[in-house]
């Protein structure tokens, strides 16, 4: 298997014979379609409103392959749609309106085909090419398929075998956990098919609270072909020569696609003739939108080469932000790879009109200077680092996210949802994370939104319970409140064991870290005293440390309401979540010297942090060594290998993070640890091997690790950044010395002025450890503890 992906990736990812090697050509995105990774390897944009990529099948058409649509150990395809998000953890994230080159007679309903039997077909990798912006692969049944992406847009072709029928089903209901409506209509005269689909349900299957549409995808497909026979199907019912069908899978009592429902259209082609060609444009706002969408980008007449072409030079610009230079093939790859999951998400969600379907099902125009609406925001994952590397790299479009969730959040009664989708809310997770996420894009130069309402409206949800904060619709993973027991924050001054929120610890932190976040914001909009308030509440995290919570030790654990702590172990998830108490003990990365200071001290901490990093046998545990232990593929554990920065000795981050690099992150597709949750642990990666890190929510300060490659720059309007280490290499991870604009610096950080202004980092680095560099505790990272009094 590994044979066959290294050969088809040689073919796909090589310049053309006489072209100098660019960013885009080291991009691979068949990592991640592996072991949990949940990426996707179809044609998209940066940022692109359409994803067109395979829907995968293991025989159970109610079920998809993984979240993303795709797994690369699942060799069947089932169709190629329009839409799907990149690394979530739950399934529900798109896959509308699949599109599936057939080679045999519609005899029978595609809905009743339950096991994929009869309307799919399987395919080996050896004939499949990934490329950013570009897929391909010749299927079994014969039929080869080439798909490229514009912003809102895309183009097909199925080159049929000769001597086979030539249809092409178009599954409108059948997005990835079903429809509640959906319709279709062929126009076989003017060769084209419109149709929408009404879905949602994101994560439904987990909870009745989501299992409900929020979102009715439009699309126009128009094909370059005669249609010479075309039908419909309903259900179980077949109509040959019909025009037109409409009905939804519904949600199922478990909220999965019921069983032999459904709708959609086939189409026939003449057989033997030229590959057909299929311009989409799709739309969330109306089939004139999505006509509109593809007119101004995928004109008729478009040739494919040429909808490749601007999407390779998209990407190529949008990788250039960074020129990294040395390092191995391999290392290359998985950087260039990790930077292009990074910029897949969040998504345009405007037309090119600037109209949008907004949160309150109305339609709204850009205004104030917002270029793009953006939608899908993975808020729990995404605050900690990939934003922060999205607008480092794209102010605007940080900006404009930026603009995005407010506008979201007033159509919404107020309310931040945490884990947005499309134009609907799915509560998903825990925690406030907007707040963090708009302070992180303004620190890092996202200005060009509305930060005063944004921080007012925000402040507001912080400080007045609600309905939904009260409810437990939805509750464990998706608890509909934005700010879950709000009022348990504000009169016991923590979340208890007892709660509406998914676990009072977890909740707790999130809380904490949130309202640190906005204390940065009230002291940007010049609200003193509200920064003083929220400072002080994030200091709660206090009220859960519980010093004799083992007899060994002390955790952040679970309180109940009259304040008695209820039992607890080290290895326990009760009030955490997708983590145990082990792993949250050290999410406190705003007042890391406090946590520090409640553990007895730096010594202290450094134990403990070795214990969490090692086993009993002193070996590295980084992921999958128990709940004691880190587990590197997932956000709860992110940030804990540069708490040895705050703690006097750097140069176990630069060691361990080195360590993550090269083993737990390759060029294979199993190579992301874990979901890779819409970029933000590709992020993580990128700012990684640059050798620095965002790790103090809202703010700009970035701990320092040691670089990966020899040099890197980062081309940023604001200033470039240059990184320099001449003696980079996979065996000489440790900094000696290290100089800021050629002057000595041996603080293991960097000021938030670095970050938003530019400069030039010389790294001199070696095999062997320097205990001495960066160890001085004046010199640590900031920590931001309460104020007194």
Known sequence: MALLFGAAWLLAGSPMAGEAKQPVDEVNPLIGGRHGGNTFPGAVMPFGMLQWSPENTKGTHARTASPSGYQYDATRIRGFSLTHLSGAGCRGAGGDVPFMPITLPVAGSPSADLADATY?????????????GDYRVRLANGVQVELAAGLRSGMASFAFPSGQAANLLIRVSDSEVGSSDASVTIDASSRAVTGSVTSGNFCGYLAKADQRSYYTLYFVAEFDQPIIEHGAWHDGDVKPKATTARGGTGYGDKGFPEAGKGSGAWLGFRPGGKPVHVRVGISYVSLANARANLQAEVPAGTDMSLVRGKAREAWNQALSKIDIQGGSDEQRTTFYTALYHSLMHPNVFSDSNGEYLGFDQQVHRLEGGQHAQYANFSGWD???????????????????????????????????????????????????????????????????????????????????????????????????????????????????????????????????????????????????????????????????????????????QNRNADGSWPAFAPDTEDGFVEGSASVYLWMVPFDVQGLFDRMGGRAKAIQRLD???????????????????????????????????????????????????????????????????????????VWSALGMYPAIPGRAELVLGSPLFPRAVVHRAGGEVVIEAPGAASDKPFVHALTVDGKPHDSPWLPAGFATQGGHLHFDLRAEANPRWGSDPSKAPPSFPPPHG
Not at 397 to 421: K, M, P
Not at 622 to 649: C, K, M, R, V
Not at 655 to 675: D, H, M, Q, S, Y
């Open 120 to 132: 799919a077909s399987d395919f080996t990798h050896a004939d499949e090419q990934a490329r950013a």
């Open 382 to 556: 995404v605050y900690r680092s990939q934003l922060q590397l999205l607008t480092w790299l794209y102010p605007d479009v940080g900006s404009d996210i930026a603009q995005s969730l407010y506008n979201q959040a007033r159509q919404n009664n107020g309310e931040w949802d945490r884990w947005t989708h499309n134009n609907g809310g799915t509560h998903v997770m825990s925690g406030d994370p907007a707040v963090p996420a708009i302070a992180a894009i303004d620190a890092f130069g996202g200005h060009a939104f509305d930060l005063r309402g944004a921080y007012d409206s925000l402040a507001k949800a912080a400080t007045e319970p609600t309905a939904h904060d009260m409810s437990d619709d939805g509750c464990n993973v998706e608890c509909v409140g934005q700010r879950p027991s709000l009022d348990q924050w504000l009169s016991l001054h923590y979340i208890a064991t007892t709660s509406h929120a998914w676990g009072g610890a977890a909740e707790t932190l999130e809380d904490a870290t949130a309202d640190f976040a906005l204390s940065q914001l009230a002291a940007r909009v010049g609200d003193h005293a509200a920064e003083r308030r929220f400072l002080a509440r994030a200091g709660y995290w206090r009220n859960l440390y519980n010093p004799a919570a083992t007899p060994e030790a002390g955790y952040i």
């Open 611 to 685: 214990h969490f990093f090692h086993d009993d046998n002193g070996h590295w545990a980084l992921t999958a060594a128990g709940p004691l232990h880190a587990e590197l593929d997932n956000e709860p554990s992110i940030g804990t290998p540069w708490l040895y920065a705050f703690a006097g000795q750097p140069y176990k981050t630069q060691e361990a993070v080195r360590i993550v690099l090269n083993t737990l992150w390759k060029n294979v597709p199993e190579g992301i640890p874990g979901n890779d949750d819409l970029g933000e642990m590709s992020s993580w990666y």
